[in-house]
């Protein structure tokens, strides 16, 4: 008899009359609320104007969620296609699966439209994110819980999640397993931390928080992909997530160390957002006084020093 556990959900749907209300979409829209809230705090900070990464956030959320959402297809493609399969059910993303890799892929393409169009510097968007989106993954990884999915290995921990559930197919599954989506939660959460330490402490710029956070992130999602049981493809005995892992977290400080020598610094506040001139401009002198002053406290020397080529 287990002394102690963390149960599941019964189930993952209330309905409003008709109409379906599904915990996993709000654990996914909670994240992006706060992934956009903190970005466009820390963005403010740097110099931008206060409705950029919202702005920017209607390209890259939904690009993230496709994306997101072809990565799982490809890659667990045997779920949705083949003998007995529905290949309509790929496009049921409320049932869960969205994979990061891709939602952070094609979710940088449409933040790079975003931003084209707004005349932003990537690079000082994404560093501006970063610890959002980390937030953001911790939010989402609930819908997991709610969902019953995506648990560990067996275990006889007191922090063990109960699962029972039905498969489709008619098996049954009861047990206790290692919570894996919490683990992800709590690491998310550790890595949003760093990134906004790291940046205060060392003045990150040029896209190197970002980098930070895919660096971190990976090193979590290593240890605890795992600790995952579910269905996934296997090369030379690691599972394919891992893999992907070694590879990101391997260009990620690759990035980091070449980014650091190539343009030491961070972006000077007032090259950012053209759209912050604009307000500064409409509000009158005294706002624009008060931005200079701000960016004259918080901008570093090394801010002040040319840049050096890419």
């Not at 190197?208 to 005995?237: M, P, Q, S």
């Not at 007032?270 to 006084?289: K, L, Q, V, Y």
């Amino acid at each position: 008899m287990d002394l102690a556990y963390i149960p599941s959900p019964s189930r993952g749907v209330l309905y409003l009359g008709p109409v379906p209300l599904r915990a996993y979409a709000f654990c996914i829209i909670i994240g992006v609320v706060v992934a956009v809230w903190l970005g466009s705090k820390r963005w403010v900070a740097r110099g931008g104007a206060k409705h950029t990464v919202g702005d920017i956030a209607v390209w890259a959320v939904p690009f993230g969620l496709v994306g997101g959402r072809l990565y799982h297809v490809i890659t667990d493609h045997q779920l949705y296609f083949g003998d007995g399969k529905n290949p309509w059910n790929a496009f049921k993303i409320w049932e869960g699966g969205l994979g990061i890799w891709g939602a952070i892929a094609l979710g940088a393409v449409g933040a790079w439209i975003g931003c084209r169009r707004r005349g932003v510097p990537l690079p000082a968007y994404a560093d501006a994110i970063a610890p959002g989106i980390a937030l953001a993954q911790a939010f989402g990884r609930w819908g997991n819980w709610f969902n019953q999915e995506l648990y560990g290995k067996p275990t006889t921990l007191p922090w063990g999640l109960e699962i029972h559930k039905v498969e489709s197919d008619g098996t049954v599954i009861e047990g206790v397993f290692h919570p894996t989506f919490l683990y992800e939660s709590l690491w998310c959460v550790g890595v949003a931390l760093l990134v906004i330490w790291a940046d205060r402490r060392f003045t990150l710029g040029h896209g190197r928080a970002f980098a930070l956070y895919v660096a971190a992130y990976t090193v979590g999602r290593f240890w605890i992909e795992y600790l995952r049981i579910d269905e996934a493809h296997h090369i030379l005995g690691l599972r394919l997530n891992d893999w992907t892992s070694i590879v990101v977290f391997v260009a990620a400080v690759a990035y980091l160390v070449v980014s650091a020598r190539l343009r030491p610094g961070r972006e000077a506040p007032d090259s950012i957002d053209p759209a912050a001139r604009a307000e500064a401009a409409e509000d009158g002198p005294s706002r624009s006084s008060d931005s200079t002053r701000g960016a004259e406290r918080t901008a570093s020397p090394a801010d002040a020093a040319p840049e050096q080529p890419a």
